[in-house]
Each structure stands twice: as structure tokens, then as C-alpha cells.
């Protein structure tokens, strides 16, 4: 297929969706799990404002 044709200029790839969402947000806290972390848990007292990310 010659580059500077007018069918390659039309050539669109979706994104994966599930690519998408592994690289939209934080990974999961849980050791060695790569899912993203969707749901935050707040780390405990005296650590307001910070949460632990995990996925279910």
C-alpha cells in the first residue's frame, strides 16, 4: 500500500477500551495486582486526605 494513498488516510484504529482504563488512573495498592485502583480506602487515623487505591 503506497503511503500517499487516499485509503490510508482514512485508516482509523480504536483504542482498546480495556488499555484505557489500566492506564486512566491509579494501579491498585493490593501487592501484585495491576488493576486499576477504582476505589479509594482512606489509610487510617492521622492520615486525613490520604487513601489506599484498590480494585474489587
Do not use: I, T
Not at 501484585?32 to 489509610?43: T, V
Amino acid at each position: 500500500m503506497k503511503l500517499d494513498s487516499k485509503f490510508f488516510d482514512r485508516l482509523r484504529v480504536k483504542p482498546d477500551e480495556n488499555r484505557l482504563l489500566r492506564d486512566a488512573g491509579p494501579k491498585c495498592d493490593w501487592e501484585g495486582c495491576d488493576e486499576p485502583g477504582l476505589y479509594p480506602a482512606p489509610k487510617g487515623r492521622g492520615l486525613e486526605g490520604q487513601y489506599h487505591r484498590y480494585c474489587l
